[in-house]
């Protein structure tokens, strides 16, 4: 029997990812996606001639995409305190006593051209993992305060409103308050808010910049190690199983 035949025959087809973890994996996909094109656009709207109106408009529907992103992001969170055990915060986080052994072992086994074998990430890719949803999570945040600031949309959007209102609570008309509009604002206090919007904004931009490289770099690690290992590493994330020619060092 030749190498490759016996190669094949120890192939070995092992589940890891569950059908929660894929769809969220998917569907964050979409939105970032989405968010990126979006965001492009208003941060150049200039460029691209964009009216007032019309920067509103795609403010709009980047806070209902970033509302669908906030919500499954919120439930991954979740999921990795009740998902299947490849989807736990306790095997995805690179914290733990053994956790520096196994990434000493594995950028060992890179220089020596031979990796140990992990049916979940392994801990190079628990670094990069954990580095995404850090900013996922300031993302998720910043933008829900941009929500309320530029569009008085929740879940901050009355609390901003009537902080620019100016009026005592009792003649407060909240609902003559739109995004791009003077009317009911204190020019003051407008300003007191745009001024504490400011860091927010300025986070926001760095992280979708940050996010950016991110990505390139999480997609070329992960097409690198599908041609370096042939694990089925990509069609894992639709199929929720891996291939395996020996024993992964992480099973439960």
């Known amino acids: ?6 190669s094949h025959a120890r192939l070995k087809h092992y589940s890891v990812w569950d059908l929660p973890t894929r769809l969220f994996h998917w569907i964050n996909v979409l939105c970032v996606v989405t968010l990126i094109a979006i965001g492009t656009f ?37 999921w990795g305190f009740i998902g299947n055990y490849y989807s736990r915060w306790k095997t995805i986080l690179p914290f733990g006593k053994q956790y520096r052994l196994s990434l ?7 220089k020596r051209g031979k990796t140990p074998t992990y049916l979940g990430h392994n801990p190079l890719a628990k670094l990069m993992v954990t580095f995404l ?41 909240l609902t ?33 910049y940050l996010l950016l490289i991110s990505i390139v770099v999480h997609i070329a690690a992960v097409i690198f190690v599908e041609f370096r290992e042939k694990n089925a590493l990509i069609s894992a994330m639709f199929t929720g199983k891996k ?10």
């Open 176 to 208: 003559e308050i739109k995004p791009g509009s003077d009317v009911g604002v204190d020019p003051v206090l407008y300003a007191e808010m745009r001024s504490y919007r400011k860091p927010v904004v300025t986070t926001h931009v760095y992280v979708f």
């Open 1 to 6: 029997m030749s190498d490759q035949t016996s």
């Open 243 to 252: 291939i395996l020619s020996e024993k992964p060092l992480d099973t439960e």
């Open 104 to 110: 000493d072992s594995y950028v060992g086994g890179l």
């Open 42 to 78: 208003i941060l150049n709207a200039k460029v691209f001639g964009v009216s007032g109106d019309g920067k509103i408009l795609l403010k709009t529907i980047h806070v209902y995409v970033g509302y669908v992103f906030a919500v499954n992001l919120l439930w991954r969170l979740v």
């Open 133 to 173: 949803f850090l900013l996922l999570i300031t993302q998720a945040s910043t933008g829900l305060i941009l929500a309320g600031t530029d569009l008085y949309f929740p879940p901050f959007g009355h609390e901003i409103a009537e902080w620019v209102s100016g009026s005592d609570e009792e003649h407060k008309n």
